[in-house]
């Protein structure tokens, strides 16, 4: 069961204003699917969902099936709603009483998203959309490549993790990567209200499970790949194989960071490529960190160098913003935007400072797996001149064998580790925190620096604010942006930036 945020309720996502209504015999010939009641087929469906509450009139129902019930136990209630027929497979065509014409399909979830890009008009065919796909990276790189979009006078939309924006107008993100009918409906919004260039995050289990199905990408990137979701995926293999479906021809153009040796595989002719190190088209070149963190550096690409100004520390960064540049120079993008566009970038839960007018230096990061947690460590180690305090925990429900490598990689970089609770979700949360801990104390002590355990991820970010002194760093990681803490299925309202910021506010000092 999804969890229940307190005292909200879920709400049906946008849908464009003006659908031309398509015969249900064209959605079936686009499907391949076999269509009963063909006496029906005249039947004109104007919005596609797989959520029985956001049924809306004239809409098709995706009834798919899932690992505790099928859809088709609530094409009913759909019905009841409205719908007016129904996408299913054969379990779920034996479950719908209702005379109304059926899609019956093998795997109704795989044509799910060209149905919705046929109703909703194809919108993504009408927008320059670019697909960022990647372990760590996918939202500060789509925030890096609106904020350009944005210096060259395009008007943007951005579909991410932390948020949804059509034209500067702000929605809450579920998911990284909606579900297929929402998504098509979410571009048809965007093209609808005079979106030009969408930047959106790919998640894995967006390509898997095929939540961006029937989406044309005017980009293609990828950032890197490292330990995680080994929840979803059985192994790294499997991982990298998904996140190659974005490359599979979908895009227009492909661009790839090739710092790593995963991102070298997916190299092929006509692949646009970048490093930080070694060669590739794009390469950065005189790096400079100042004191604070903020960097600077020269683009180098085909025919033209570009001076880069960033405020977000870490290379992995300069990473990043370079992969966005190749991105945006590959559609022509203007180096002067380019420039403007990158200088006052921050991204909410990315490198995050939280400046109280404290003497010691505070900062928010998502990083939530073993590699990224280690290259934020290591970025606000390589500017700070005292300790590094971290607060950390691992989220429930999730990759667990990533836990005790996580808590290795902060001890490690720490000079006090307090592990603390993230989303422990349907688990027990102290044996989340028992499986981080063996990692961190299972280094010799010469290696890692002291290792507290406060569950209580508000009373874990107050201990490590009352420990720090004057030019130490106090890293809260993990949870990033998020505005809630789930626990037991129930998701109660957090902040860690605001209670980073009201700990130093309050600590006596």
């Not at 064209?26 to 005249?42: G, I």
């Not at 759909?78 to 299913?88: C, F, I, M, W």
């Not at 500017?383 to 429930?396: D, E, F, H």
Request: a negative charge; proline letters at 6%.
């Amino acid at each position: 069961m999804p969890a229940k945020l307190e005292g909200k309720v879920a709400t049906a996502p946008p849908r464009p204003s003006r659908v031309q209504p398509v015969a249900v015999s064209e959605l079936a010939s686009t499907a391949d699917a076999h269509l009963t009641a063909p006496d029906r087929a005249h039947v004109l469906v104007s919005g596609v969902t797989l959520r029985a509450q956001h049924v809306r009139p004239g809409d098709l129902f995706a009834a798919l099936p899932g690992t505790r019930a099928h859809g088709a136990d609530f094409a009913e209630q759909a019905l009841a709603r409205g719908a007016v027929a129904v996408l299913t497979d054969a379990v779920g065509a034996a479950k719908v009483a209702a005379d109304v014409p059926v899609l019956v399909h093998d795997d109704p979830r795989a044509v799910l998203g060209a149905l919705a890009s046929r109703v909703y008009g194809d919108p993504s065919a009408k927008l320059a959309v670019y697909g960022i796909t990647g372990t760590s990276g996918k939202t500060t790189t789509s925030y890096l490549i609106e904020s350009v979009l944005k210096a060259a006078g395009r008007e943007t939309g951005l579909i991410g993790t932390v948020e949804t924006r059509i034209a500067g107008e702000r929605l809450d993100s579920a998911l990284t990567t909606p579900e297929a009918p929402d998504l098509h409906a979410l571009l048809a919004v965007m093209a609808e209200r005079g979106v030009t260039d969408v930047t959106m995050e790919v998640s894995s289990h967006a390509l898997r499970l095929g939540r961006v199905g029937g989406v044309r990408y005017a980009v293609g990137a990828f950032t890197n790949l490292s330990q995680d979701h080994l929840d979803f995926h059985p192994d790294m293999e499997d991982y990298f194989r998904t996140k190659a479906l974005l490359f599979d021809g979908r895009a227009e153009v492909e661009v790839v960071c090739v710092d790593g040796e995963w991102g070298r595989r997916l190299v092929v002719p006509g692949t646009i490529t970048a490093a930080t190190t070694g060669d590739a088209d794009w390469t950065a070149a005189d790096v400079r960190v100042s004191p604070t963190g903020e960097q600077s550096f020269t683009a180098r690409g085909p025919g033209v160098e570009i001076p880069v100004e960033l405020r977000l520390p870490g290379s992995f960064n300069v990473a990043n913003a370079l992969l966005a540049i190749a991105c945006l120079r590959a559609r022509d993008v203007d180096p002067d935007a380019i420039r403007r566009g990158l200088a006052g970038v921050r991204v909410p839960g990315r490198m995050q400072p939280v400046d109280e007018g404290q003497d010691f230096a505070a900062v928010v990061d998502y990083s939530h797996k073993p590699q990224a947690v280690a290259l934020a460590l290591d970025a606000v180690r390589a500017r700070s001149t005292g300790r590094v305090i971290t607060v950390l925990g691992c989220g429930g429900d999730r990759d667990t064998a990533k836990r005790p490598l996580m808590g290795e990689e902060a001890a490690r970089r720490s000079d006090v580790l307090i592990v603390t609770d993230d989303n422990p979700r349907g688990e027990d949360p102290a044996a989340i925190r028992a499986a981080m801990l063996r990692g961190a104390l299972d280094l010799p002590e010469a290696d890692r620096g002291e290792v507290l355990e406060i569950g209580d991820r508000r009373e874990a970010i107050r201990r490590a604010v009352s420990l720090a002194r004057a030019g130490d760093v106090v890293v809260v990681a993990g949870k990033g942006h998020e505005t809630g803490q789930e626990v037991a299925g129930v998701v109660h309202p957090f902040s860690d930036v605001e209670s980073l910021a009201e700990a130093i506010r309050e600590v006596d000092r």
